[in-house]
């Protein structure tokens, strides 16, 4: 038997097919990120590919925040970008990167098969298909694949370990702990910190999980254990993947998550403040009952993100508190009686799920309520309406007959938005900068909060980049880094250009007179992008205005 088909207690007879669908699943997102289009989003030009070519070409003390605060964010998973798109062909790029965040649909494939083991192999198969199909035909997996955002490929670090856990549950009414299910726990919670560590907005389903696991679990002396376990091998996944860019956020500006979490770690080279992005959080407390609702139709929440609409929330919304109700009276029912209620393996890994998605959901919600955050809730939502229905309704019939219509209406709601693409290039990027006359010592300022950091790449290598605007800059209360900025400007003794377009030229101007510097002439240098508007264009300044 192969270790697929006794993981997952199907016949061995499946296993050849099973491997099969699980290679092939992937390639079709790989086939659904060629025909997007070549990838050209905001992240991209700002930080995704300059982050990547920093690391490799040793800029991190040469230019200063040309990505905004973005320069901050840990640059790991970019390599994967950065490597896919200097290697091979955009077209391949786009196909390589698809098909690596394809693996989010084989592993829900998994999850379903993993879930529900007590019934017939194909029905299993196909529900697990349907549930597949429409956990990933959803606003972010379609809307993002191929892109370098990162968020649909690290939820393969969100979707794995929850697969992982869910033997604990087969083994927890007073299993002995021993080498062999310490594999389980540890696995998913290395996994899991890995993908914290990967992208640090992972971490609200860090948390989820983690509280999930919690509150599904007896009261014994080894499930505390486990779950000790479990959150030990997230610190230590988190510091297998942040660790060295955490040591060095340490030592240039005293804080392992610089600029973030300032409130805390008060480096002096940053506001004392959290940095956080409230433009998308919920206004009031109907705003945040509501918020479900909302994602339905076209409202100022959805036109904000990337117009997007989307029921499967509030389809689990729903069918949540009529579980919930279902569950009270039931409870009271049983206390009348004196009967207490015995609660199996199967039903544990449904509470987990279904407590993992509600506890996940409402702490993105409250801390950022950006929608392309949701991927892996996107993808599990079937599995989890799935599961509601098996605990509101009895007959066999009508969960599956509740499922295929709540799967039908969900395709038939779903509105994919539209991110920034281009038609496949010789280049992923095409960038052609002008001729400098001493670019050994030159230094190109960027003024404003544009995403330009990928030009960077096109210019010779001795020329130094400098941003002093952007969203680093929360106003300009002295703080060590604006110091270093402005001594930087003042101790350099060559040319020095302004990066920028005509209709951002006066407030650019207006920002560069701050740090002493104005406009030595009126004549532009034009640089030509493949990724923009025409109008990019060098000009120079100087000191002393």
């Known amino acids: 038997m192969s270790i697929l088909t006794k993981f997952l207690q199907l016949p061995d007879s499946y296993a050849v097919n099973l491997y099969l669908i699980l290679i092939c699943i992937p390639m079709v997102f790989g086939y659904l990120a060629i025909q997007k289009g070549q990838d050209n989003n905001w992240d991209t030009r700002n930080y995704h590919y300059y982050n990547a070519y920093a690391i490799i070409e040793d800029r991190l003390e040469q230019d200063l925040i040309p990505a905004q605060i973005q320069s901050f964010l840990n640059p790991t998973i970019d390599l994967l970008n950065y490597t896919l798109n200097t290697k091979l062909s955009p077209y391949w790029a786009a196909f390589s990167l698809g098909s690596i965040q394809g693996i989010n649909a084989s592993l829900i494939f998994v999850l379903f098969l993993s879930l529900f083991k007590g019934r017939a192999p194909l029905l299993r198969i196909g529900l697990a298909a349907i549930a597949t199909a429409a956990g990933t035909y959803a606003p972010v997996m379609m809307g993002l694949i191929g892109t370098s955002t990162n968020d649909i490929t690290t939820s393969i670090f969100v979707i794995l370990p929850i697969i992982l856990v869910l033997p604990i549950f087969q083994h927890l009414e007073g299993a002995q702990i021993h080498r062999r299910t310490l594999l389980w726990p540890v696995s998913a919670g290395l996994i899991m910190g890995i993908g914290i560590g990967l992208k640090l907005t992972l971490v609200i389903y860090g948390l989820g999980f983690f509280l999930a696991i919690v509150l599904s679990s007896p009261v014994t002396k080894e499930s505390y254990y486990r779950v000790l376990i479990i959150g030990v091998a997230v610190v230590a996944g988190i510091l297998i993947s942040r660790g060295w860019w955490m040591w060095h956020l340490w030592q240039m500006y005293e804080s392992p998550l610089f600029p973030f979490y300032n409130g805390f770690f008060k480096s002096p080279y940053y506001p004392d403040v959290n940095y956080n992005d409230l433009r998308y959080l919920p206004k009031n407390l109907m705003d945040h009952l509501l918020f479900p609702v909302y994602r339905v139709y076209k409202n100022s929440y959805t036109y904000q993100q990337h117009y997007h609409h989307d029921i499967r929330y509030l389809v689990i919304y729903i069918m949540s508190l009529v579980w919930l109700m279902k569950f009270i009276l039931r409870n009271r029912a049983s206390t009348a009686k ?103 010592n030159t230094m190109i300022i960027i003024a404003g909060g544009r995403p330009w950091s990928y030009l960077i790449p096109a210019f010779p290598p ?84």
């Open 338 to 440: 004196g009967n207490a209620k015995v609660v199996n393996s199967g039903d544990r890994s449904y509470r987990f799920l279904i407590l993992f998605f509600i506890l996940s959901y409402i702490i993105w919600q409250l801390k950022f309520s950006i929608y392309r955050y949701t991927n892996p809730l996107e993808l599990i939502s079937p599995v989890v309406i799935f599961i509601l229905l098996n605990k509101i309704l009895k007959d066999p019939f009508h969960i599956l007959i509740g499922f295929i219509g709540s799967v039908l209406l969900i395709v038939t709601i779903v509105n994919v938005p539209q991110w920034e693409r281009l038609p496949f290039k010789s280049e992923f990027i095409q960038v052609q900068a002008p001729v400098l006359s001493h670019p050994e």
């Open 462 to 545: 001795m020329v130094r980049f400098v941003r002093v605007g952007g969203n680093f800059f929360k106003d300009d209360r002295p703080t060590k880094f604006l110091e270093r900025l402005r001594d930087t400007v003042d101790a350099h003794e060559g040319d020095i250009f302004l990066l920028s377009r005509q209709r951002f030229l006066p407030k650019d101007m207006s920002r560069l007179a701050s740090f002493g510097l104005g406009l030595a002439d009126n004549r532009a240098m034009p640089i030509y992008s493949a990724h923009e508007p025409p109008g990019l264009f060098l000009v120079r300044v100087q000191k002393g205005q």
